[in-house]
């Protein structure tokens, strides 16, 4: 719904602000570059790119930012939805029949190939994330 939509937009616009604020202002390497400070004391070093930094910076600040979002949102939701009573009844229903009737709900069939299409999405993605970072992020790491 709307909450998922908000997600998405934060977690697409705020990496980017985020490393514009921080290549735009005096902080971190921005500030040591050219005030003859640590820099200079780290002359064998060979630091990546501010540019790098403040994207790294604005993913990992992204990240806390959306960590933080799903502890309090859980927290909350633990705390406010009480759950029912355990029901009397110990008999669980058979197998076949209960999956039958399952197959008869039109409108768990109706749902069921868009449920799945988006769980196989999000396998692609989560799954080509490893190559993504071997074959894309980390060649611009390399200081060559």
Partial sequence: GIFKMCGILFAAIAPVSVEY???????GCWAAEGSGG?????EGVQWPSCELMARG???QYTSVALALWYVVAIALACLVIRERPASVSTRTPPLVPSLMATFRNKPFMAILPAWILDQLAVTMVTTMLYYFYTYIVRPEMTVE
Avoid: N
């Avoid at 604020?21 to 902080?27: I, K, Q, T």
């Avoid at 640590?38 to 780290?42: G, K, L, R, T």
């Fill in 21 to 27: 604020a921080l290549s735009s202002g005096d902080l």
């Fill in 38 to 42: 640590a820099a200079e004391e780290d």
């Fill in 57 to 59: 910076l604005g993913l």
